[in-house]
């Protein structure tokens, strides 16, 4: 046989093949006009009404019920309505504390656990040095006033000049600034708090040597404590100083704890696109402790959109799209995507609470057609056209 002949019927047998998959084939119309080929189903349908395979009331065609389909409601969902996080907590104020000057821990007058005030003495360095040179400044003192005295006097009978009177004064404000110094240096040695709070485990004894890089002791005021938790970016606008806060401590879950932001970072951590937020809880009971985890969790009013059965999500050569029932027929709706979870999907499209959306039978499904609902009276069918009648024509006159 000739290769035109072979190509001729291969021809043949593809278009009587493609002819069948479009009338015998559910779904065949949808791939057709996603394709593009809308005309192919418009010419073979008279096809099949001269065949004799037209729809009949209650079959598959265009213009009559599609057969039997599910459907489902729209419900409204809201996303971005609660923060949940994990934050660390931190005294309101934390300290610690090192000596101003170098020498040996003569004593400690607190101890672990104590409870201090602003200015307390916790600890004492040898002082004798600094003794020996407040004193000396002192003696220093007293001679540059009493020479200063004397200048003065012999000046009244212009036995010295103004000059010298000045230099004596000098030295007698100099002098009254060695003093100064020297009680300075002495009042160093004592080592203070500088705030109030609960002393933690002193790492040195009486009689060692400390330098000024030593550390004596930790003070944590724990009136409060201060969370640090790290914020989704999608957040970032939520939340504002003064919000409220519940934080659970871990290792309390019973325990429900009310606090308020405090500080917002100015910028988000490049790496984690989150960003640092700190909340304050009143700890008046001092029951909380620096370092402990909690479970924060914030509620915002949220952004609320259509939810619909994922069931119900289609796609097509322009994205995802929807069936829904408008007044019993079938209307294709386009929908973008907001958010996927289990039971439902989150999209954004002309849809409203309570309307109908198609979840199964969607392959029998056509834009513009009549739905046969699962469990619905079927709808009546539509009356037929009546034809006009003959006009009778009169013989003429």
């Known amino acids: 046989m000739a290769a035109w002949k072979q190509i001729v019927i291969a021809l043949v047998i593809l278009a009587a093949a493609f002819?069948?998959?479009?009338?015998?084939?559910?779904?065949?119309?949808?791939?057709?006009?996603?394709?593009?080929?809308?005309?192919a189903q418009a010419a073979i349908a008279p096809q099949r009404e001269a065949s004799g395979n037209a729809p009949q009331s209650g079959g598959r065609g265009a213009g009559g019920p599609q057969g039997s389909v599910i459907v489902g409601p729209v419900a409204p969902a809201t996303i971005n309505d609660r923060l949940s996080a994990i934050g660390t907590g931190r005294a309101n104020a934390s300290v610690t504390v090192k000596p101003y000057a170098s020498g040996r821990l003569t004593e400690i007058l607190v101890r672990s656990g104590s409870k201090v005030e602003a200015g307390a003495v916790i600890a004492r360095l040898d002082a004798e040095a600094e003794q020996i040179a407040r004193d000396r400044a002192n003696i220093a003192l007293d001679d540059a006033t009493a020479?200063?005295?004397?200048?003065?006097?012999?000046?009244?009978?212009?036995?010295?000049?103004?000059?010298?009177?000045?230099?004596?004064?000098?030295?007698?404000?100099?002098?009254?600034?060695?003093?100064?110094?020297?009680?300075?240096?002495?009042?160093?040695?004592?080592?203070?708090?500088?705030?109030?709070?609960?002393?933690?485990?002193?790492?040195?004894?009486?009689?060692n040597y400390v330098t000024t890089e030593t550390t004596i002791a930790t003070i944590d005021d724990?009136?409060?404590?201060?969370?640090?938790?790290?914020?989704?970016?999608?957040?970032?606008?939520?939340?504002?100083?003064g919000a409220e806060?519940?934080?659970?401590?871990?290792?309390?879950?019973?325990?429900v704890l009310?606090?308020?932001?405090?500080?917002?970072?100015?910028?988000?951590?490049?790496?984690?696109?989150?960003?640092?937020?700190?909340?304050?809880?009143?700890?008046?009971?001092?029951?909380?402790?620096?370092?402990?985890?909690?479970?924060?969790?914030?509620?915002?009013?949220?952004?609320?959109?259509?939810?619909?059965?994922?069931l119900a999500i289609q796609w097509g050569t322009d994205g995802a799209f929807i069936w829904a029932v408008r007044d019993g027929k079938a209307q294709r709706t386009p929908v973008r995507i907001i958010q996927r979870n289990t039971e439902n999907v989150l999209?954004?499209?002309?849809?409203?609470?309570?309307?109908?959306?198609?979840?199964?039978?969607?392959?029998?499904?056509?834009?513009?057609?009549?739905?046969?609902?699962?469990?619905?009276?079927?709808?009546?069918?539509?009356?037929?056209?009546?034809?006009?009648?003959?006009?009778?024509?009169?013989?003429?006159?």
């Open 19 to 39: 002819v069948a998959w479009v009338r015998f084939v559910p779904g065949a119309p949808e791939v057709l006009a996603g394709w593009g080929m809308d005309w």
């Open 147 to 207: 020479r200063a005295d004397r200048v003065r006097a012999l000046r009244t009978s212009n036995t010295v000049t103004a000059v010298q009177v000045t230099e004596a004064e000098l030295a007698v404000e100099n002098a009254r600034l060695e003093v100064r110094n020297a009680e300075l240096s002495l009042d160093r040695r004592a080592i203070v708090a500088p705030i109030a709070g609960v002393v933690g485990i002193l790492p040195v004894e009486a009689g």
């Open 222 to 241: 724990r009136t409060s404590i201060v969370i640090d938790f790290w914020v989704p970016e999608r957040y970032t606008n939520a939340v504002a100083v």
């Open 245 to 255: 806060v519940e934080a659970i401590p871990i290792a309390r879950p019973n325990q």
């Open 258 to 310: 009310m606090g308020e932001v405090s500080a917002i970072d100015n910028r988000l951590d490049e790496a984690s696109r989150t960003m640092l937020v700190q909340a304050r809880i009143a700890n008046a009971d001092d029951t909380l402790r620096a370092g402990m985890s909690f479970q924060v969790a914030m509620r915002f009013p949220g952004d609320t959109y259509p939810s619909v059965n994922p």
């Open 347 to 397: 999209v954004e499209a002309e849809i409203g609470e309570g309307d109908q959306v198609v979840t199964e039978g969607i392959h029998l499904v056509r834009d513009g057609a009549v739905l046969q609902i699962a469990g619905a009276p079927a709808a009546p069918p539509e009356p037929a056209a009546e034809k006009p009648a003959p006009v009778a024509q009169g013989s003429g006159s």
